[in-house]
Structure formats: C-alpha cells, structure tokens
C-alpha cells in the first residue's frame, strides 16, 4: 500500500508540474492559424511544425513536459487541425506556401530566432523556413522528418506513377490516404507492440481527413511532394555548409521513413546527435519520455552554448 500511495504521489507531482498550454489564434493574410504555446516567451524559442495527417496536438504532452524551461510554440498549418482551410483555388497548397506562412506565421507571433522540431512534413516546410531565413534558425531537430533519399520507405514508389499522371491515379491515391486502414498504419508502422497505441490518434485524424474540402487539399500536397524529393540536395548541402546543432530522434518501425534516413544526417553534419528508438513514425505516441528527455537534454545544450558549432547562437526569442 505505501508503494501504492508512493507512486501516486509522485505522479500527482509530475502533473502538478506539466506546463499550462495556451490555445491560440493568429490572422496571417487573411487565414486564420491556431497554435499551441507553453512558456515564457522570454525563455529559448522552439518553433515545432507537425507531420501529416496530424496538427499541433502531436506536440501536446512535449510541450507540457518541457514548457516548464522553454518557450514551445506549435501552429496548425492552413488545412490542419483548427486553423482554416482556405478553398484550394484560391490558396495554393504547396509546400513552399506552407512554408511562406509559417514563415510569417513567426512574425506575427514575434519569434525572430527559435531551434526548429520538425516531423515528417515539418521537414519541407521547415528547411524552406531555414533557406529562407537562415538568421532565424538556431538549431535543428529532426523527429522523423527526412531529407535523404536513403531515408524513403517503399511506400513512396507507390507515389511516382501518381506524381507522373495525376487524374489517372489521384482518385485511388486519396481513398487510401483517407482510409482508416492507412492513417492507423502511420502511427503503428511495422511495432509489433500495437496494444500500446491508442486508437483515438488515428480515429481522430480519420476524421480530420474526411472533412469536407479535404481530398482536394491533401491530393495537392501529395503532389507536391514530389518536389521535396528534388530539393534533398540543396538541403543537404544547406546542413552541411550551416553545421547547426542537429539532434536526429528517428522511430525504428516508421515505414514511410526508415532508419538509414536518420543516420544519413551524420553524413553532412558528423557532430549529429541521432537516436533510434523502439517507437513508430509518431515516435511519440509510446516514447514522450525519451523524447521529452533527450529533447531537453539537447535544448539545454544548445541554450548554454555547448552544443553550438560556429555559425550558431544561443536560442532566444
């Protein structure tokens, strides 16, 4: 019993402890974008920029974990979670206008200089933030979000003859990607440990994938990934020449983006910190706490100056 009431404390403490998120949202050009923010914003600045079909909500147990020692904000990109969903003719889905609003996104929020979380869309939308405004990025962070051609699944040959003639396969490329079938596999990839994931995190997205307005939105960012893939070696090249504090946490079972994609970081940047770990493509779903500590470890780093290369300052706002 006294172990019992041990253990309970000690939870009771943890979650006494646990940031307090701010739901928010913020006009940039007419589109409204909800965000997520924990902590003082006169703290280290990260700026976390989520995977798809997901949103913000992705980040909500590492921002409570580690808003208590930084300032996290996490945005919805337009056609995500809760920010609006402009019509697709008249606002273009592609990830370098994603990437254009994000980029505003942070003036409007007031975050000049930030480290960048990203997960798999994260990285296209991301590493367009950091070619355009390499002042602004500090240090990087890459949660399963690829930039190597070693890294791609064989899920994504699957994708060129869509990319080679879009009415003929467009049809049949979203029913999957709006399936149920599809979104749970996401998170559970190739994990024989399935009874540790929850099924709302797919079922939630399922949802978010049917809204209406939705195929159109997801078949042209599906399309536009392609361009992605030929931007990999200006990317490379960027993370070679910048050599930025860089912190790699790959989920091993990710079937979209595999392990040699997490180690190929070492190749333009050898003082990478990569980890794999027994996780999914959401490696948070079953591993917060390893994120959330190696996260923070890194953080803590970066913010000291310790793990800052030549070209980088400490984080800040």
Do not use: C
């Not at 909800?34 to 949103?55: C, F, I, M, N, W």
């Not at 699944?153 to 869509?162: I, L, N, Q, V």
């Not at 910190?273 to 470890?297: C, S, Y």
């Amino acid at each position: 019993m006294k172990t019992l009431i041990a253990s309970a404390a000690i939870a009771l403490a943890g979650a006494a402890q646990a940031a307090p998120l701010a739901y928010r949202t913020v006009a940039v050009d007419g589109v409204n974008i909800a965000y997520r923010e924990a902590g003082d914003a006169s703290k280290p600045t990260v700026l976390l920029l989520h995977g798809v079909p997901s949103s913000s909500r992705m980040y909500d147990g590492l921002l409570r974990k580690l808003g208590d020692r930084y300032h996290l904000v996490a945005p919805d990109y337009p056609g995500f979670g809760n920010s609006d969903a402009p019509d697709p003719a008249k606002f273009a889905y592609t990830f370098d206008n994603l990437a254009a609003v994000m980029n505003k996104f942070t003036d409007a929020v007031g975050a000049q200089r930030y480290v960048l979380l990203m997960q798999d869309y994260g990285a296209p939308v991301g590493m367009r933030m950091a070619l355009a405004r390499p002042q602004a990025v500090q240090a990087l962070v890459f949660q399963n979000a690829n930039v190597y051609e070693e890294g791609l699944g064989a899920m994504w040959g699957k994708r060129k003859p869509f990319w080679e003639d879009r009415a003929a396969h467009e049809k049949d490329v979203i029913a999957v990607h709006q399936s149920v079938a599809a979104t749970r596999a996401r998170h559970i990839g190739s994990d024989p440990a399935i009874e540790a994931y929850d099924p709302d995190l797919w079922m939630d997205e399922y949802a978010y994938l049917n809204r209406p307005g939705q195929a159109r939105i997801q078949a042209d960012l599906i399309y536009d990934y392609q361009h992605n893939l030929a931007a990999y070696p200006e990317w490379q090249a960027w993370l070679k020449q910048r050599q930025l504090p860089t912190l790699v946490v790959w989920g091993k079972h990710d079937l979209a983006f595999t392990v040699p994609g997490a180690h190929a970081f070492k190749r333009d940047n050898p003082s990478a910190e990569v980890h794999v770990l027994d996780g999914g493509h959401f490696v948070m779903d079953t591993r917060l706490d390893e994120v959330a500590a190696i996260t923070g470890a890194f953080l803590g780093r970066v913010s000291s100056g310790a793990g800052a290369s030549a070209g980088a300052a400490p984080a800040g706002r």
